[in-house]
């Protein structure tokens, strides 16, 4: 039987306008489903531009159930749930991401990031480090390295912390010197009060102090470490040097330096120091501790509270006023000790400390603030002399 090739020719055309068919049936539907997730897309954008976070949601929702494969609405339905505090779905859509194999390797990395963000946000403190430490290797290190900073020092955590501040001191992403030279203390102070190690603290501080010269805690705390010991002679060597390394701490270690002078014989050379530190940077703590060397040396009141005149005369000062009125004889002793008492209570606020980071304030004086966690964020100069 021979085969008939005018079929042949006939099924060709038949073919070709069946597939022509079944192209445009495609290519019109694709086009609905496109014009649709663009609208809900838009939609949510507007939402959003709104502060409508509610019906961005659902906007972005639609829009990730029409094309599941956009990555981009998935990292924004993530981020609008984190931010309403939602952090169960943020997970889930992120771990949605994670999950999928066809995700690039720079989505993964942002994915995981932002996975890290949510169980900071949750609490999830564990899972969160988890996450950050799968970060390590990717260009979200750094950022990972500083959060799990944060998070070592909220937990004191002091060996990883300074593990981690030296990984970014060896990416020069900045100068961590200074951090590290207080993690040494805050090590040292622990081994000090719970294993009674006064020679390990010791080294810690002393090291400290090799590593960063300009620091001023190492040098407070070793002299601190070194006066409990007796020996005095060191303590004060210590403060003194803060003079030619960190001038501008001399007034957080005035009176201590005063105390410890005095303690070894060595009052005269304090009041040297004090003065000379006063004519540089005039501050009411150091006119403060010299007022103290002097009644110390065996001066009478009326002389020894120059300093405090002096003070107001450079600059009006109501503790200088207070204080230079403590000890005044032109008034009754009961008449006296209600003034005093009504300027002390005006000049409590003025003697604070205010963190120049987020402006907390404290009548002690803090290497971290307690409001904002940063170091060294207090100018040692009380509120009145700023």
Not at 32 to 59: C, T, V, W
Not at 141 to 169: F, G, K, M, V, Y
Not at 319 to 325: E, K
């Amino acid at each position: 039987m021979e085969f008939d090739l005018s079929w042949l020719l006939l099924g060709v055309p038949i073919v070709f306008a069946l597939g022509w068919l079944a192209s445009r049936f495609d290519l019109r539907q694709w086009r609905i489903e496109n014009n649709r997730a663009p609208k809900a897309y838009f939609k949510g954008l507007s939402y959003l531009l709104n502060e409508q976070q509610d019906q961005a949601i659902d906007a972005f929702i639609e829009a990730v159930q029409r094309d599941p494969d956009t990555s981009e609405l998935h990292f924004a339905l993530g981020n609008l749930f984190r931010r309403r505090g939602e952090y169960e779905r943020a997970v889930r859509v992120h771990e949605h991401l994670l999950a999928r194999a066809d995700l690039s390797k720079s989505d993964r990395e942002r994915a995981q990031f932002a996975l890290a963000q949510d169980f900071l946000k949750a609490g999830l403190i564990d899972r969160a480090e988890e996450a950050l430490r799968k970060l390590i290797g990717t260009p979200y290190q750094n950022q990972a390295w500083l959060t799990l900073l944060s998070l070592h020092e909220r937990a004191r955590d002091w060996p990883q912390a300074t593990a981690i501040a030296r990984d970014l001191q060896q990416t020069g992403t900045s100068d961590f010197t200074a951090r590290l030279a207080h993690y040494q203390c805050e090590l040292a102070a622990n081994v000090l009060n719970k294993q009674k190690d006064p020679a390990t603290a010791m080294q810690l501080l002393e090291q400290a102090i090799a590593d960063a010269p300009t620091a001023a805690r190492p040098r407070v705390q070793l002299a601190g470490l070194l006066a409990g010991q007796q020996n005095w002679d060191a303590a004060f060597e210590q403060l003194a040097q803060l003079e030619t390394h960190v001038p501008q701490t001399v007034p957080l270690i005035a009176s201590e330096l005063v105390r410890i002078g005095q303690a070894c014989g060595r009052l005269q050379d304090a009041i040297t120091l004090l003065e000379r530190a006063y004519t540089q940077t005039p501050s009411l703590d150091v006119a403060d501790a010299i007022v103290q060397a002097q009644v110390a040396l065996g001066t009478p009141w009326e002389q020894a509270r120059t300093p405090y005149e002096q003070h107001m005369a450079q600059e009006p000062s109501l503790i200088a006023a207070t204080r230079w009125l403590s000890h005044a004889t032109f008034a009754p002793d009961d008449t006296r000790a209600i003034v005093q008492r009504s300027l002390e209570h005006a000049a409590r606020p003025l003697a604070r400390y205010r963190c120049a980071a987020c402006g907390f304030e404290t009548q002690g004086y803090f290497w971290q603030c307690p409001g904002c966690q940063a170091w060294d964020s207090f100018p040692p100069r009380r509120i009145e002399e700023l």
